[in-house]
């Protein structure tokens, strides 16, 4: 079955430390998306990629970073530099093409930074 | 930037009853969305409009694309309790960006 596959589902981190959570789908998708979530909030989009090898800067782009080498996989690095690491984050794709933008979701991988 | 307004925030019902929850906006979008998330777990789509007026139906679900493409309304009737969770809108801007703008949320609680 398509889908999206995020990975780890639960990640530990002590301050100071880089992480990366895994995104791949295999939905042959155009776009992917990383969005963070935090209680009550709705969903903030912090990077997007319509196309390989191309990214762009979302609401909430600081303290995070993004690679696009392959159309599959759109891995995100939470640095250091993010100072409320802890929160929720979902990655998500589209077809990509204007007007057809529907996502879909990724079930989630919970960053707790201690 | 663009903003949804999604109400309510919150709410308890007893199973069987239906349930109302609408976003509105000041601008307006060329696709409204509805997805429900589970504790835990990735948003899923339930419905997806596309037109102004569109109302569309999903078993138990009903959305309706407002007229003024300023809002959307999403009516579950006769509840169950594997309704709990929450239920986002999102809205597509036009202009040709990619980037939903979404709602925070509204969190349901069934009753059995």
């Known amino acids: 079955d398509g889908g999206i596959t995020q990975s780890p589902k639960y990640l530990f981190r002590k301050e100071g430390q880089n992480v990366t959570l895994s995104c791949e789908q295999n939905?042959?998708?155009?776009?992917m998306y990383w969005y963070r979530q935090d209680p009550g909030q709705g969903l903030r989009l912090i990077y997007y990629s319509q196309i390989v090898n191309d990214f762009q800067k979302g609401d909430i782009a600081e303290g995070y970073s993004v690679s696009r080498e392959k159309k599959e996989s759109f891995p995100l690095t939470v640095t250091s530099a993010q100072k409320n690491p802890t929160a929720f984050y979902l990655c998500?794709?589209?077809?990509?093409?204007?007007?057809?933008?529907?996502?879909?979701f990724g079930a989630g991988s919970r960053l707790t930074v201690l | 930037g663009q903003q949804l307004n999604q109400s309510p925030q919150s709410m308890f019902i007893q199973e069987g009853e239906d349930v109302s929850m609408n976003c509105t906006s000041s601008?307006?979008?060329?696709?409204w969305l509805w997805y429900k998330q589970d504790p835990g777990e990735g948003p899923v789509l339930l419905i997806a409009l596309y037109k102004a007026g569109e109302l569309t139906s999903n078993g138990r679900l009903t959305a309706q694309f407002g007229i003024t493409r300023k809002d959307s309304f999403l009516n579950i009737s006769a509840s169950i309790p594997s309704d709990v969770g929450i239920y986002f809108c999102?809205?597509?801007?036009?202009?040709?960006?990619?980037?939903?703008?979404f709602g925070k949320g509204m969190k349901l609680t069934v009753n059995p």
């Open positions: 939905l042959n998708h155009d776009a």
């Open positions: 998500a794709s589209s077809i990509g093409r204007a007007g057809a933008n529907v996502l879909t």
């Open positions: 601008s307006i979008f060329n696709t």
């Open positions: 999102a809205g597509l801007p036009p202009g040709g960006s990619e980037k939903l703008v």
